[in-house]
């Protein structure tokens, strides 16, 4: 009978952990809005969804502390004492989720809905001491069931309260008119993801990278905070919109529908301890294709001008005048685009480590290809802006950094020679009149010193460098208008499309993140051409700017 008897305790506080997870999670989607029907169908869901859980859960544990105290939970009735212990797990819980969830959403969160997620987590903290309290102290009271109840209940209610009263963003429509202002200059807009300043500097200085290296005094440079923690869906959209995530709502690589409860698509998922994506009730939810940004991307700012634009290797979600999509690593090796120079010295690389050889040249062929056709399209059909975005060395450094200092990385060298002969080769194509943009949205870095202390005393390994911790990355600009060897410094990802906008004399939005560096600008350019607003660059854009050809 102790086991029904714990079994019951368990399943009851479970039932109180999803009431009170329910709201932490609705906090994640501040888009989202409830009717009184749907509030009451999301608190039985996930109380339901808690009981069964993390109720079983509870249970599983109160049986191994059993073992040791086996007079918990064994009297008749309610047991005060097996309640106390079971909600002040519950409510360490709830605690951690609030604060680690507000740490994980920092920049993919509205402020208010963070500090909203803070006030839950602090009213969680203060009922965990109090239930510890409690715990720790053992003594029984009047009306045990009656206080344990209310106790709970108030906790539940305070972050249903805290939900209920979170500013909510205005879902008004925005109508802007194209702009009635022409770019300026013609645009080359290259993203290489997973470089940054600490690998592409020695690159230059050993000789990898001549043609980056000649423009490099004549622009100006400098890191980029990229988007925390690293999503590379959102740090892209965040690059080419200019706006923070939770304007252009690309919040993650995947998103769900739950139809019970609202029409809308939602990203962000309570992280806990529990799988992905099974935080959500009863598996009534489907996954949703890859979302577009809420609001419009450069080269949609540029078509509403009436400018021809070239995109290669972005997302499914970006078109332009025609636009090439990411080749697969089987097209790329049919294509067979590798330079012969290159490839000759590619191989004897590779023996470095033939287990990684296959996945080398499929990245290599990749990026080739997605060169190739760059200058393929452009040639055919001249474009005024082209936008190219190459994932060579996000693929390879993970996997080719050296072990230790001095080691040979003869495969990043070469990748970094592939980068520069594309991006010279795509410049010519464009003409000396081109603004200039190599920027990359994230950089890599190896592990921090808490993960090496975690391994410390295990087998020796290979370190890997990862987006993990969303190291920076770099910017560079190079042409009209730009300051010659401006050091940038406290560049955010956002500010990337600000400043190309006012480099091309365009209005910026007044609902991007990101300003404009005017400290990457001549003096003549910032007192000639004054910085011109516009409420908003809704999208889907209508009329001109609408994807005219996509390439396949």
């Known amino acids: 009978m102790r086991h029904l008897h714990r079994l019951g305790h368990s399943v009851a506080a479970g039932a109180f952990a999803g009431a009170a997870l329910a709201p932490l999670q609705l906090l994640l989607w501040p888009e989202v809005a409830l009717p009184p029907l749907k509030i009451a169908l999301a608190f039985l869901a996930w109380t339901s969804w808690g009981a069964l859980w993390i109720g079983g859960a509870l249970f599983a544990l109160t049986e191994v502390v059993g073992i040791f105290m ?24 709830v605690a951690a989720a609030a604060w680690w969830n507000r740490e994980e959403t920092r920049d993919l969160l509205l402020k208010d809905n963070r500090h909203a997620l803070a006030w839950a987590g602090s009213v969680a903290t203060l009922f965990w001491i109090s239930f510890l309290v409690q715990a720790v102290r053992r003594r ?5 069931l009656a206080r344990a109840a209310v106790s709970a209940g108030v906790l539940v209610g305070w972050l249903w309260g805290i939900w209920a009263v979170a500013p909510r963003p205005t879902s008004e429509a925005v109508t802007v008119e ?3 202002f022409a770019p300026a200059h013609r645009l080359l807009f290259v993203s290489w993801e997973g470089t940054d300043l600490p690998w592409l500097l020695p690159a230059m200085e050993r000789g990898d990278m001549p043609f980056l290296h000649t423009c490099w005094g004549d622009g100006a440079w400098g890191q980029l905070r990229t988007v925390h923690p690293y999503t ?3 740090t892209l959209a965040t690059l080419v ?4 995530p939770a304007v252009h709502g690309i919040l993650g690589r995947s998103s769900y529908r739950i139809p019970w409860l609202t029409p809308g698509p939602v990203t962000l998922l309570l992280v806990g301890p529990w799988p992905v994506p099974h935080q959500l009730p009863w598996w009534g939810w489907r996954r949703t294709p890859e979302l577009a940004p809420q609001r419009a991307t450069l080269w949609q700012i540029l078509m509403a001008t009436g400018r021809k634009v070239g995109l290669v290797g972005w997302p499914s979600y970006a078109h332009g005048t025609w636009t090439v999509p990411r080749p697969s690593t089987a097209q790329a090796v049919r294509s067979a685009t590798l330079d012969p120079d290159l490839k000759a010295s590619l191989e004897p690389a590779l023996r470095a480590d033939p287990r990684l050889a296959a996945d080398a040249r499929g990245s290599f062929d990749v990026a080739a290809t997605i060169g190739a056709a760059a200058q393929r399209r452009a040639r055919a059909h001249p474009v005024d802006a082209l936008a190219v975005d190459f994932e060579l060395a996000a693929h390879l450094r993970p996997r080719w950094t050296a072990e230790e200092p001095g080691s ?7 990748a970094a020679r592939l980068l520069d002969e594309q991006l010279r080769a795509l410049w010519l194509l464009m003409g000396e009149d081109t603004l200039l943009v190599v920027v990359s949205p994230y950089g890599l870095a190896p592990p921090s010193q808490w993960q090496r202390l ?3 005393g295990a087998p020796p390994r290979r370190w890997h460098v990862t987006p993990t911790d969303s190291p920076d990355g770099f910017v560079f600009f190079y042409g009209p208008g730009v300051r010659p060897g401006a050091r940038l410094r406290g560049g955010r990802l956002a500010d990337v499309t600000s400043t190309v906008l006012y480099l091309l004399e365009l209005p910026v939005a007044r609902d991007m993140a990101g300003r404009v560096m005017l400290e990457a600008v001549t003096d003549e350019r910032a007192a000639t051409v004054p910085l011109r607003l516009v409420p908003s660059y809704p999208a889907p854009w209508s009329g001109a700017g609408r994807p005219a050809a996509t390439a396949r």
């Open 232 to 234: 590379r869906s959102a």
């Open 241 to 244: 919109t200019g706006c923070a």
């Open 454 to 456: 975690i391994h410390l």
């Open 70 to 93: 086996p007079y918990l939970g064994t009297g008749r009735g309610f047991s005060i004492g097996l309640w106390r212990w079971l909600m002040t797990v519950v409510a360490f819980l």
């Open 408 to 414: 040979p990385e003869d495969v990043l060298h070469l």
């Open 178 to 180: 194209p702009p009635r």
């Open 140 to 144: 029984p009271r009047h009306h045990a």
